[in-house]
């Protein structure tokens, strides 16, 4: 029990780096460079841990304490959903609630701190992020709650049902959730195409533009919740694909491969096509929505239909 | 019982205990008095909590009342801390807030009605016949009027008294014929003589459902009946909203479940439109909180929203009773009743902190503020907190209620029907969609007013925080919010009880069927304080490791140094892209004037939004009323001698009418 809770949070503590440095080898091999290491995000957070930082006299405490929340919210997060050994550390029903809102403590901190610089920019990126995450929840409960019906489990485990469970509905229900959480992963990420990572600009930034004024210390913390939690979103994926009743180490290494395979995929969507005019975010996170509702409709089917 | 009777009276005599004494000492003995009043009233409510059987007390009164009945039952009891607590500390405050007003020509009223308010809503909550019910439910309304009016020089504050006692005296309307026909069907005042007719005649209870929750709605602020709400509690003194939303607004949902006492098992009907109704308000209510920029009126939105999340629990355990799921049941009812408690912590703490800011910066619009923290720490933390108990994060109170609402919402799933399945997915969503809102409304609160630099003088100008006495109720309002979020498990055990006061089943099954929550509350507890015992660790070592590393400078602007503060982003900007997105929802008045001539002098933009009910459908009509009304002008001569003869005319109208009929 002791040495799976240990893999898992390795796992979970560095597995995240190593996605992040496949995304930018992904767009390196597309672009047709060489590309840096796939550890580059490690040693930049190394980098960042050692150095000085430069705050705002305009911040105030809410700046300083607003990464920490930012990491802990997901740590505490990652306690509910089954990782790499497919084991969560808590099992309740109702996790997917617990899950949802200590992530938007998360958020919020971070949402407060981007406007406790009094940047304009800043006050931007918080404006932006806030909204598109807004749209982003409501699919994702009308998802869970539906595969639980489905499946009968009141837990994240019910997505360790869904293709085991009722046959061809079972199948296509894991692949629409698949998509639905594949974007949910690009929106709350910060990907192209919902945001660009990469971009120069300050004014076509969502997440990125809510750091400006981080630096050290706290950008580093910042940009590992993030990636943590696109590994903790690629962990609910892994779930709807793994089988249930796999020896562990084979496990372990069919969700490794799962996350290897997504951090390609994210690379490929952002070598193969550009960030999204902003007032058309809405509609492509919207697709999240429609699925959702796609998703409820086969499980009614199933349910009612036979 | 006895306490409670002292308690009452204690209350309504210590506002005019107030008036023997001078300016300097009144607000002081009106506190003293009210809080030793409240206290009283409260012994017998902690008495039935902590296990003792119901209390209750019957007079003869008179012939029209017939017997008279005060009991205080475990639903009672729990109304009963949930509003002495919360006047208690909203009184101590009003004694600091009031300092600032002793000159005013309302004082004395103010004083009489403020006590009158609180003892008129602890006899709501016990009394058993319904005549005198509506009669002290009068004397809540009148009360809280004359409290919204206190600021009767300004204009709009007088609109949005009246507008609250139109409101009012049409729901009250709709309770009365609710009473009557019980009343007539089973020939006495009592409530418990209701309990027989309601629960044998599905189709009779159904239709007294419906007007019965017509009139409480209102006064809870239901949509499509919340109108009076957004501008009543601006309109208010800061510790009278705090108390008008924090406890008032909760007595349309007790009379919603004493509504569902009476019918025992609510139709299925019912519980569908109960649950609509709350999913609608609730999304409604935090749609109009986010394109707010007036403090008071956005905390008013955001009261609908609230009242909403509990009818959503209402909704799920109706649901639960009518499909008879009892773990469905348990977990929406306690959600819901807790969430009035909750509610009434964060947000009397959310007032209470709009008022210091209102009286350092005179002013309650957020545009104008900014910076707040640096000269209001103690305010800032507070409203911080407060913030993130009603956006419902972990580990504070709100978190807590919410999470009872869904797994209430999740287990009615379990009923294999269509159309349940279908609303409760609406509802899910529509939850978690209000979730996220309320976190893009708070985190746009909280930046705008405390964070970044002052965006006017009004702002800049402040230099200190507020008095003890008044930070300090809003501190034990903030240890309430946090001490619910951590120990969740104890305070589910007592709401249990009430919740068997509401849906009766045998004391063996509600032990059983309760052991699921429990042990959810008690790992939502363990994971509380590992949170916060995480994050501290984390705060003090990263607060002694950076110590020296830290080199202050100001905020990147792209390279531009000469960054003014009114290049913040502020309030309507924050929400722009989200209320763009939906549009068609609300009804802008832009005032702008745009800069002229190559050295513009002048400019602004201001954007207003209106409610979208208020201006296609209430003005609408209020414009056909007076059209009609109009008409009779002709009739109101200024004349005394026609006037008695209207009333000799109608005096024999209605003789003639009995006479025929009769």
Known sequence: MIIKLLVNL????????IMTGLINKTKAFWAGRKGASVFQPLYDFVKLVKKDFVV?????AVFNIAPVFAVASVLFAGLFVPLATGNAVIITPGDVVIFAYTLGLGKFMMLISAMDTGSSFEGMGASREACFSAIVEPAFFMLIASVMVLTGIPTFYSLYGV??????????????????LFIMLLTEGARVPVDDPDTHLELTMIHEVMLLDNSGLDLALFSWANSIKVLLISSLIACLIIPFNIPVVLHILCYLLVAGFIAVAVGTVESGMARIRMPHVFEFIFIMSSLALVVISLVMAKVFGG | MNNYFIGILILLLSGFAAGLFNRKFKTIVMSVLAAAGSIFCL?????VLSGSRALSRTFEYNQVFGQVTFSIDHLSA???LVITIMSMLSVIYANGYLKNYLESKNINSHLVFFPMLIASMLLVVTCQNSLLFLVFWEIMSISSFFLVIFDSSKKEVLQAGVKYLIFMHISVIFIIIAFALMSIKSGSFDFASFNSVMQNNTSFANIVFILAFIGFGTKAGFVPFHNWLPEAHPAAPSHVSAVMSGVMI???????????????TPSKMIAFGVLLAAVISSLYGVLYAISQHDLKKLLAYHSIENIGIIGIGLGAGMLGQAYSNPLASLLGYSGAILHVLNHSIFKELLFLAAGNIYLKTRTKDIEVLGGLIKVMPATAVLFLIGSAAICAFPPLNGFISELLIYLGLFRTLEINHLPVMLVVFF???????????AILCFSKVFGVVFLGMPRSEKSANVTSDCGLSMTIPMGILAVLALLIGVYPQFVFFDIKHIVYCVFPMDLVNLMQVSMVPLNIMQIVACFAILFIAFVTVIVLLKYYLTKGKKVMHITWGCGYNRVNTRMQYTASSYAGPFLSMLKPLFKKIFDIEKPKNLFPSSAHFHLEIE???????INPLLKLDEKFLTKFESLQSGNIQSYLKYGLVFLLAVIIVSLLIG
Do not use: H, Q
């Open chain 2, 611 to 617: 409610d979208i009910e208020e201006a296609y459908i």
């Open chain 1, 10 to 17: 390795i796992i979970l503590l560095f597995v995240p780096f």
């Open chain 2, 427 to 437: 509802a899910i969503s529509g939850l978690a969609l209000v979730g996220t809102m």
């Open chain 2, 78 to 80: 729990f109304f009963i």
């Open chain 1, 56 to 60: 705002s006299k305009t911040t105030s």
């Open chain 2, 250 to 264: 909760k007595m349309g949902i007790y009379g919603i479940i004493r509504m569902i006492i009476l019918t025992g």
């Open chain 1, 163 to 180: 293709v085991s469970s009722s046959g061809i509905y079972g199948i296509l229900v894991a692949v629409f959730a698949v998509i639905i």
């Open chain 2, 43 to 47: 012994i017998p409510a902690i008495d």
